[in-house]
């Protein structure tokens, strides 16, 4: 794959080294200095446990980044600390005295040195690497922890395809040792879940688990329930479906743990107090302290849920609830009462006239974070259920169009640019008649998930119907846009999917406009869809610029 046609896997890859050594390098250096004190006979138990576990650490992670040397040394000079580390209390001198001996500070020193070598180049499929920053990349990192190198590996590559950034790892042992806080899921061989899942008990913050397997019962499904498990599929092991159960447990996670709650309460302590509890907690918070601003606030916040005292001074909680209902654009807003009003019958009330909700003071730190995240995450998902796609979780046409409608104006008001592209799955008729409809969903889902992961998080992307998608990219080029939707062109065709035990593939076809060049947003999406229809003509499976962009960028990829 050439330099113009990298794929978000690999500066993934690249991100990934560059954050292990900025870790590794510090790690060298508490080991050197380390080193240099039990060279002096200055040292203590917790010393060697210290330099011990970070000889582990680098043990078992140089490898995956490529530092082969580094691994290798740091696992010889780990062999040699081991039987100090096991010692319970003080160490005599003469035991510390004899690992000295062994070269041991004067290694530790070159571990350095170790760690200057390039890493050895990934041979995994789009594994050529470029510069990049840390901003540049996404967080669909995935540990694949397989007993089997070969399957392992076409999990790996699978998954690549898809858009993730897989590594993989032999033991979940191996995969804490890696260490989990960047990592957005783990696919575990079932029995290594069953037999090593408690490791994962010492890990805070565990990300969501699917397993494969070849055991199918009830026991046995339940049995990776109780573990913690979030997913479960069968060997052979379908990658699409892989692909698609993973992008729904990391949004689904990443959607738990964010929200935006506008608090409304005319008392300035409190007002703060659970704010500041409700933003530790991970959520955005607007203070709103005088009832008279909240309609101004709600048009440049759109909070997810409003927080609301029943009474603040000459304002009524159910009188402002009724006022917000008075446009049809907030009749979905979730309003929550917070009160110390226990009496049932005048929740009721309350309730009847706008509110959704009750939660009654004194309430802890605790229990109003975990009630609002909740209910947050709640209101975002029946959101979803207005504005985005059932079947692929992008946006629904018309909220695409409306979206694609303001990156235009934003364009014409600041002179940027943009690019809107059509986009359509080849020969989709086939699939569904050959396959079966269940089937065609899946190439679907497949779809929409690498579009996710190829393009930005800024970028627009929405299904406009059956097999078509529309996506909008701002402050990018008629080239850059080409590059990008040529590289998911690419993917989409290596990915394999499955039916019956039949594996096929599928082509995408893509016309792109710059979207500033046109009189209106619609009139963009429109020239966009000629374009991919000039694509279909030309034989498919690319992409085609308009012919309306500008002499010097209209080109054919």
């Known amino acids: 794959m050439s330099e113009e046609n990298v794929s978000e896997i690999a500066r993934k890859l690249e991100v990934l080294k560059l954050r292990f050594k900025e870790k590794a390098a510090k790690d060298i250096s508490r080991l050197q200095q380390a080193a240099e004190q039990f060279r002096v006979g200055r040292f203590g138990p917790n010393d060697v446990i210290a330099a011990y576990h970070s000889l582990h650490r680098l043990a078992g992670s140089a490898g995956t980044f490529g530092y082969t040397v580094l691994g290798e040394e740091a696992r010889a000079l780990e062999v040699l600390l081991k039987p100090l580390a096991e010692i319970n209390g003080e160490l ?33 499929t789009g594994a050529a690497l470029l510069p990049v920053t840390v901003e540049a990349a996404t967080d669909a990192v995935a540990l694949v922890v397989h007993s089997d190198p070969e399957q392992a590996q076409n999990l790996v590559q699978g998954l690549e395809l898809h858009g993730f950034f897989p590594v993989a790892v032999p033991s979940l042992k191996r995969a804490v040792e890696h260490g989990l806080a960047d990592v957005s899921v783990l696919v575990v061989k079932d029995a290594k879940m069953l037999s090593e899942g408690s490791v994962l008990e010492s890990v ?57 709650v506008m608090i409304v309460d005319d008392d300035p302590e409190l007002l703060e107090h659970y704010g500041l509890v409700l933003e530790q907690g991970g959520l955005k918070v607007w ?8 309609l101004g606030a709600l048009s440049e916040f759109r909070p997810d849920i409003v927080l609301m005292d029943v009474q603040m001074g000459t304002f009524r909680g159910p009188d402002l609830a009724r006022l917000l209902r008075f446009e049809p654009e907030w009749l979905g807003l979730p309003i ?53 796609d059932s079947l692929t979780g992008l946006l629904k046409h ?59 998080k800024s970028d627009v992307i929405g299904r ?59 009139d963009a999406i429109d020239a966009a869809d000629q374009a991919l229809y000039r694509r279909k003509q030309a034989g498919r499976n690319g992409v085609t610029v308009g012919e309306e962009a500008p002499i010097t960028e209209r080109t054919q990829v």
């Not at 573990?227 to 052979?236: K, M, R, S, W, Y």
């Not at 846009?481 to 039916?499: D, K, N, P, T, Y």
Request: glycine share 6%; net charge negative.
């Open 92 to 124: 005599a001198p003469a035991q510390v005295q004899r690992v000295v001996d062994l070269a041991f500070v004067s290694r530790v020193a070159s571990l350095v040195d170790s760690l200057s070598l390039d890493p050895v180049a990934s041979q995994r």
């Open 204 to 260: 805070a913050d565990t990300p969501p688990i699917v397993c494969v397997g070849a055991g199918d019962s009830f026991d046995e499904r339940y049995a990776l329930a109780e573990c913690g498990v979030d997913g479960f599929l069968c060997e052979p092991v379908d990658v699409p479906l892989l692909a698609d159960t993973m992008e729904r447990l990391i949004t689904e996670r990443e959607e738990s743990g964010s929200g935006r």
């Open 464 to 522: 406009y119907g059956g097999e078509e998608f529309v996506v909008a990219l701002p402050n990018c080029s008629l080239i850059d846009a080409s590059r990008v939707l040529q590289s998911v062109c690419e993917h989409m065709a290596g990915i394999g999917f499955q039916s019956d035990g039949q594996e096929f593939h599928v082509t995408l076809s893509v016309g792109i406009v710059p979207l500033q060049n046109y009189l209106t947003s619609d």
């Open 287 to 294: 203070r709103v302290n005088n009832p008279a601003d909240i």
């Open 398 to 456: 018309s909220v695409a169009r409306s979206e694609i409608n303001k990156e235009y104006v934003r364009c014409q008001r600041r002179g940027e640019q943009a690019v809107v592209a059509m986009l359509d799955l080849d020969h989709f008729k086939h699939v569904n008649d050959r396959y079966g409809h269940r089937t065609g969903d899946l190439v679907i889902k497949g779809l929409a998930n690498l579009l996710r992961h190829q393009l930005r």
């Open 336 to 388: 929550i009462y917070l009160s110390s009003e226990n009496d049932r019958e005048y929740q009721t009330d309350a309730l009847a006239k706008g509110g959704d909700d009750f939660l009654v003071k004194p309430v802890s730190d605790a229990f109003l974070l975990r009630a609002v995240s909740v209910r947050c995450y709640r209101a975002r998902q029946l959101d979803k259920l207005v504005s985005r």
